[in-house]
């Protein structure tokens, strides 16, 4: 069975710095997803990016970028230039691909990050 | 577009009362979830459907009921609750969007949260 795990229960940030959130996962499959969903106060989750297996490039969206490590499964999180926005918490979730995949996430026990001003 | 919706948004049982989440989505995904998310424990997948008529036990399925009748709808059932089933309860929807040879997304679509006491 995949399991996620997220060993970071809390992080802070000041404004304007970088943080790196970590995410392990465990699976014996080939071929999966990755994804980093943000969830803040108003307890809305959201997606912040997502990583195909097969793709050795790391995936990045405007401030998001994350670095994929297929070999050691660490699929960690870099959140540059940090906002008072982007204070929430941080899950991470795997997705087994298809054909053999059910569509089904699991999620890891999540990081809750403050940023500070 | 309202994307996924959940009723109701709050709701107090009793022990041994019943009841029932709506979650009603728009998108025509093909794919429904239900997730309770607990204190240090992340989201946790109760039970999910593949297409209308169909469903599955996810990780923690005990104690629930689900349906999907309509496509759009997926109903969470509680048929006695109990004190541990004290959650907040997450509807989502997914759908394979793109072609699987160049990189299908499924990211799910999530409502807004049922929060809901047993006492």
């Known amino acids: 069975a995949q399991t996620v795990t997220q060993s970071q229960p809390e992080m802070s940030v000041q404004e304007a710095e970088t943080v790196t959130l970590s995410c392990t996962y465990d699976t014996s499959e080939n071929n999966y997803y990755l994804f980093w969903y943000k969830q803040p106060p108003s307890r809305q989750m959201i997606l912040v990016i997502r990583?195909?297996?097969?793709?050795?490039q790391n995936a990045t969206e405007n401030r998001f970028s994350v670095n994929f490590q297929k070999a050691a499964k660490s699929f960690s999180l870099k959140i540059s230039d940090s906002q008072l926005g982007d204070t929430a918490m941080y899950f991470c979730a795997f997705m087994k691909g298809p054909p053999s995949g059910t569509y089904k996430y699991i999620f890891g026990t999540g990081t809750r990050l403050k940023v500070l001003a | 577009n309202a994307g996924v919706t959940q009723t109701p948004k709050f709701r107090v049982l009793k022990t041994g009362q019943s009841m029932t989440l709506l979650c009603a989505q728009d998108?025509?995904?093909?794919?429904m979830y239900w997730y309770r998310q607990d204190p240090g424990m992340g989201l946790r997948l109760i039970h999910y459907s593949v297409g209308e008529g169909t469903t599955a036990k996810g990780e923690v399925p005990d104690g629930y009921n689900v349906s999907r009748l309509k496509k759009q709808n997926f109903l969470l059932g509680l048929e006695s609750a109990a004190p541990s089933q004290t959650s907040v309860y997450f509807c989502a929807s997914s759908y394979e969007k793109g072609d699987r040879r160049y990189g299908a997304s499924y990211e799910q679509y999530f409502g807004p949260g049922t929060r809901l006491t047993v006492t």
């Open positions: 990583q195909e297996a097969y793709k050795q």
């Open positions: 998108m025509n995904h093909e794919y």
